[in-house]
């Protein structure tokens, strides 16, 4: 991490074993003293990057703890909800059956009420029948009525009439 993206100090970038000699013209002066300010500086780069690392690595583990914290509600959710979906499941199928149990019944009922709707039609014609023979009957009581108010009439009329005719018998055999 100290060198990341620095090319190496080293002028010469491999290593060469000690026991061979080198001519003079493959000398390779030595690389210049670091100056202390340069050292500083690259200590102050490490030290930053190190406090950034060290700041991002808190954020992981903050973000790490909380994650762990959901992952761990979570699986306490998923518990629950594996203990509660098999009541919920019986319920459902409870009442499930009660309903087909409930429509199967009323199916029964309703093919057992089919010859009695076929009675109440008939029943509905007989009444229609009835209403309209009653409507006869009342039609021909009030005709009669009017006839035996009529009769009623005339019958007082014959009555005096009758009175007066034995009237005119009683002058007639006193005469």
Known sequence: MAGRNR?????DGYRVSRDVPRSYIERVP???PIHPAALEEELELQRREMQRIISD??????????LQRELSAAKEEIHRLNQVIPKIVSEKE???RELLE???????????SEPLKSEVLQLRAEIQKLNTLRQD???QVQSLTKDVTRLQAENQQLNSMRAD???LHKELIEA
């Open 102 to 112: 409930r429509g199967l019944k009323l199916e029964a009922e309703l093919r057992a």
């Open 7 to 11: 090319s190496s100090r080293h002028i």
């Open 30 to 32: 030595a690389p210049l």
């Open 165 to 167: 005719i034995d009237g």
């Open 94 to 96: 409870s009442q499930s």
């Open 57 to 66: 690595n808190r954020m992981v583990i903050d973000d790490n703890t909380v």
């Open 137 to 139: 009957l009342s039609a």
